[in-house]
């Protein structure tokens, strides 16, 4: 097969710099002929295709309409022609790039310019105005294009968003009244209601992964299967579409440790908490779904975050437990010269039995504690075994002569 290259200049330029060899590969009866990335300039010409156009002319239909004054029925002209010139050029250029990440950089920057443009417009008069409507129909050509790789950053229209409120509004009242029928905690009702609210309420800006997120969250509450859900409740079978869901919301976190402490707290024995948790750790496990979105995207996952409070109290009943079985120490009253004196005089009268001195201050010191003194050094207690000072026996004598007189009398009898 013969191959022909010819140089040839770009853009009509003559300066040799700009000039590139195409070549030409006869194939069959065709000619195919193969232009460099530069002369087509995919890094430039196809990133860049115009909307400034678009934008004058909606900047000029925002600055004449002002609320009193919008009576028009139908579309400005100009814009309209723009907008359809716009999408096929737009449509043709996603057809035609194959470089992924380019394509994908280049739908979504179109994108947002687009939902720039759509906002001034429908700033001017907060509806839905013939105009608004034409920015909002090409908006949508254009996403559909490549649904699938719509960036979940990309900031929502008000246009949109106007729209959506009616319809969310609706569909949140409908998923209220099925809540109230299958009689789910209230609090969880109200909590479950966040992810519909912010876009009834609009107070913050919202973005397209958070309308995704939310449109698969009612898909799940369309699937329930209330009546045989494997849960323990109906509550339980919404907290379980939730985790599953990852809705990291504040709120619903607070409830689910509360929900967690109620339900091992209804258990007295240690063994039997531990199980409670142990199987709480299980169904958080089940229910965590790898690889889908959070509904915060700016906080911590719910799952490990549960986890690690589930561990942690788990760990806390263990350590408590540990605290409770450790040997507790005998408590004297006295101080611990007196109480070394005693031991010393019970070593020699065969009450304790006899053993070298260094063990048995030893044996002292792990179970007594002393006035002022939780832990005694062993080495303390040895080195005052031999004391005969008459304060600290005198301490010892008066409870040991009362006992002494006691045993006396019912010994007497």
Known sequence: MKIISERISTHGQSNTSNKFTVQFYPYFNRVVVLFPCEFLNLNNDYMNIETDYLKSIAEEIAVRQSPDTIN????????????????????????????????????????????????????????????????????????????????????????????????????????HKILLDHEIEPKLIAISAIPFQRFIQRKDK???????????????????????????????????????????????????????????????????????????????????????????????ALSPRLLKWIREETDAIKNAAAFEDAPQKVEFNWDVDTTSVFYKYLMDNGVTKKIDLKTYAKQIAATVSTVGKEDIRWE?????????????????????????EDIKFFLKR
Request: proline share 2%.
């Open 206 to 300: 919202l973005y397209w992964g958070d309308y995704t997120w939310l449109k698969g969250y009612a898909a799940k509450l369309d699937a329930i299967d209330w009546e045989n859900a494997d849960c323990n409740s109906k509550t339980e079978a919404l907290m379980s579409l939730l985790i599953g869901r990852d809705f990291n919301h504040e709120r619903f976190f607070v409830y689910c440790k509360k929900y967690i402490a109620a339900r091992t707290g209804a258990f007295t024995t240690r063994l039997r908490k531990l199980q409670e948790f142990a199987l709480c750790e299980k169904l958080v496990l089940e229910d965590t779904q790898a690889g889908l979105p959070a509904f915060n995207r700016y906080d911590n």
């Open 380 to 404: 303390t207690i040895h080195k005052r075994l031999y004391s005969k000072d008459e304060k600290y026996l005198t301490k010892i004598f008066e409870p040991l002569k009362a006992i002494v």
């Open 72 to 175: 028009e029925t139908q579309a400005d002209h100009r814009l309209l022609v723009e907008a359809r010139r716009l999408e096929k050029a737009i449509v043709s250029t996603l057809r035609t790039i194959d470089n992924f990440t380019q394509r994908d950089t280049y739908h979504n920057d179109t994108l947002a310019k687009l939902v720039e443009i759509s906002d001034l417009l429908f700033e001017a008069h907060n509806r839905i105005s013939p105009d608004t409507k034409v920015l909002l129909d090409l908006m949508t050509a254009i996403r559909q294009i490549l649904p699938g790789d719509i960036s979940p950053l990309l900031r929502l229209s008000k246009a949109f968003l106007f729209i959506q409120k009616e319809l969310i509004k609706t569909e949140w009242e409908s998923y």
